[in-house]
């Protein structure tokens, strides 16, 4: 049998997977199987991190914040004729058509990379050293304990201060929470003073987004007590101090970056196009654009979500969300099938303006579904419907209903505020 390889379970390559595994008959006739693999067992749920990162212990403990947001991948495989391997992934290598993991080699004929992104530190001065990132589970969960701990263990009106790096979606949405949970341990007894400061080098926060949004999620931070720190930039971090452009000198107890993104430094090497933040170049087909012509290894191997650049017909590069690598997952596995058929028409890939949603602290989010601005409790209700969407899509109806409630249950009485 020749290999069909995804790289990376998450929304693209968990997407492409459950397309290609629907279509398993029809590739088995022509001599193919298919193979996805991950270095995790489960599949994240990200939209979900920053609750977790502000989950009191009291609440949930890890395994019910685990069982929450991350869905173990052979479950959600179940009954798709897919092999699964665990396993890092070291290095690619299209010219010979393998991937190497730690302890095999995996051969494929067509490959999906779908390895997402990873936090980019720009290289200033101790950050990465001295501050926390938020993209998986357990940075979320180191985020709860580091505040936790340094809220129980500060005495009376000692100052509790954490600086959030990066004011865009995660940085916002972090930053709302975590003034949210502070409020709340104070009501509960600790006397601790706290303050949440959101630092970010671009005019205005939510910078990209719609203004109209960028305003109410300004006005919403700054109701939560939330001080905001705009055209400034952290250009080196020491001592629990983050030192700006401006000369100003920010101290800090926690800091947390949420400032940049890049492509996953695993694809760095390949011989591909790259464009911004490292992303490899795609055609419209989702095919990666090779830097020289090479026929042996071009043609069969496709990109997909935050690894991959595509721009839109501005010009500017389509958004790393959720929503784009699951499309990009369905054209890519879509596209290997025709062509398997000896199809030769393929689906081309139309970037366009996503809906989103971007909670800010406790039961109030602003939703942005094409002109239609939601905001507040009914923005938050949407937040969780589009959550319970995305589980139907991955795994049997009552199994999605019984993780989303239990979800609802904990972050609803996490969210004692509203
Ligand atoms: C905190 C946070 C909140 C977010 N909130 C939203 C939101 O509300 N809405 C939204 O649309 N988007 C949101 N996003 C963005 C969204 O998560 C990404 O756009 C999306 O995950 C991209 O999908 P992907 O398939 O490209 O990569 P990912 O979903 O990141 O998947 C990559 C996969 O590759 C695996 N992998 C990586 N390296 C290796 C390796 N060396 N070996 C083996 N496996 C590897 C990883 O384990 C992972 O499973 C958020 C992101 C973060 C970090």
Redesign the pocket.
Known sequence: MKNIVI???????LRAAIVLGKNNKKLRRKGYQITL????RY??Y??L??EISTTSKETANYLDLKSVTTYPIEGVLLGLPIEFIE???QEIDLVNKKIQLAERQVEYEYLII????ETNFFDIPGLKENALE??SLNDALKIRDTVWEMVEGAAQNEAVDIVIGGAG??GV?LAGEIQEWLSQLKKEGYRCRTSVTLIDAAPAILSGFDPRITKIASQRLKKLDTSILTEEKIDKVENNKAYLASGKIVSFDLLIWTGGVKA?S?AEKLPVKYEKQSRIGVLGELLCAFEKSDLKAEGNVYG????VCVPDSTGKPVP??????IIQ?TIAAKNIVSEIKGKKSYLKYNPKEYP??IPVGGKYAIAKIGPFTIVGFFGWILKGLVELNYLFSIMPNMRALRIWLRGLRIFIQNDRLG
């Open positions: 790289l990376g379970a998450g929304f693209g390559g693999i991950d270095k995790n599949h994240t990200t939209p991190l920053y396993g890092e992934i779908a390895l997402g992104a938020l993209k979606s995660t949405e996953n695993i997909i979500g935050d690894i790393m969300v959720a929503r784009a690598a997952g989103y949603i």
